[in-house]
């Protein structure tokens, strides 16, 4: 745990954002990583637009931790796209993170459990295998950005996250800094942006979004679900 003498977590998070918080999305990831060294760690989904921090990290430090979800539910792409990413980047410590196969067997033996509770589904396949990880962290880093929900608005670029602080150097780019970076940096997109999926989770979870235009529409369709969990605690 983060362990800073007469701080908490709330007040070392507001004076890191406060120092760096403006910073580019590159000079954040290194000062924190100068920071906190190996207690930092950084989760992807290798998702849609997931290369940009990827890229950025593989920069900085490519031997750094990199936490995978790994919920058995993913698109085929998505651990190609994983693989490829990994390759062509040179990072050296992508982590698998898989729930526990005695609690998959008891909460969710046939496989299902997505389609009535997802919910649940998420807390047994994400949650609490990341928050099991994260327990060898001090901090984490998100490729999370204000404009992809109402929810997400007014996040800070370090805030505190629990016992942890949670670090989110793409809080101000849009899509169109998404974009820009990927055509500039020539780098590989998941190949399921090119199907019109501009958010990537779990296959079944994930679908094409409507005409709302709202890139994450297409995930939990049908429940009022917007978030998987992972970011719950803010
Ligand atoms: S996104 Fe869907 S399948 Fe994946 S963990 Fe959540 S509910 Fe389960």
Redesign the pocket.
Same mark, same amino acid.
């Given at each position: 745990m983060l362990d800073i003498p007469g701080r908490t977590v709330r007040a070392t998070a507001a004076d890191l954002d406060g120092r760096y918080g403006t910073l580019e999305a590159e000079e954040v990831l290194r000062e924190m990583i100068d920071l906190f060294g190996k207690r930092i760690a950084l989760v992807s989904s290798f998702g849609a637009d997931s290369v940009v921090l990827l890229h950025l990290l593989s920069k900085v430090a490519p031997d750094h931790p990199v936490l995978f979800l790994q919920?058995g539910?993913h698109f085929e792409e998505t651990l190609r796209y994983r693989t490829e990413v990994t390759e062509a980047l040179g990072l050296t410590n992508v982590i698998d993170v898989e729930p526990l196969f005695i609690e998959l067997s008891r909460e969710d033996p046939a496989a299902d %459990?997505?389609q009535s509770e997802?919910?649940a589904?998420?807390a %047994? &396949?994400?949650v609490r295998p990341l928050s099991a990880a994260l327990q060898n962290y001090d901090a984490w880093i998100t490729g999370r950005r204000r404009h992809q929900t109402f929810a997400r608005r007014e996040m800070p670029v370090v805030e505190p996250d629990g016992a942890r602080i949670k670090v989110n150097p793409l809080a101000a780019w849009d899509q169109a800094d998404i974009d820009a970076y990927i055509e500039a940096h020539d780098l590989p997109r998941h190949p399921l942006v090119a199907e019109g999926y501009p958010s990537i989770?779990?296959a079944?979870?994930t679908r094409r979004p409507g005409a709302s235009g709202d890139a994450r529409d297409g &995930?939990?369709n049908g429940f009022t679900k917007t978030e998987?969990g992972i970011h719950f605690s803010n």
């Amino acid at each position: 745990m983060l362990d800073i003498p007469g701080r908490t977590v709330r007040a070392t998070a507001a004076d890191l954002d406060g120092r760096y918080g403006t910073l580019e999305a590159e000079e954040v990831l290194r000062e924190m990583i100068d920071l906190f060294g190996k207690r930092i760690a950084l989760v992807s989904s290798f998702g849609a637009d997931s290369v940009v921090l990827l890229h950025l990290l593989s920069k900085v430090a490519p031997d750094h931790p990199v936490l995978f979800l790994q919920t058995g539910m993913h698109f085929e792409e998505t651990l190609r796209y994983r693989t490829e990413v990994t390759e062509a980047l040179g990072l050296t410590n992508v982590i698998d993170v898989e729930p526990l196969f005695i609690e998959l067997s008891r909460e969710d033996p046939a496989a299902d %459990l997505h389609q009535s509770e997802p919910d649940a589904c998420c807390a %047994l &396949r994400k949650v609490r295998p990341l928050s099991a990880a994260l327990q060898n962290y001090d901090a984490w880093i998100t490729g999370r950005r204000r404009h992809q929900t109402f929810a997400r608005r007014e996040m800070p670029v370090v805030e505190p996250d629990g016992a942890r602080i949670k670090v989110n150097p793409l809080a101000a780019w849009d899509q169109a800094d998404i974009d820009a970076y990927i055509e500039a940096h020539d780098l590989p997109r998941h190949p399921l942006v090119a199907e019109g999926y501009p958010s990537i989770g779990c296959a079944v979870c994930t679908r094409r979004p409507g005409a709302s235009g709202d890139a994450r529409d297409g &995930r939990w369709n049908g429940f009022t679900k917007t978030e998987c969990g992972i970011h719950f605690s803010n």
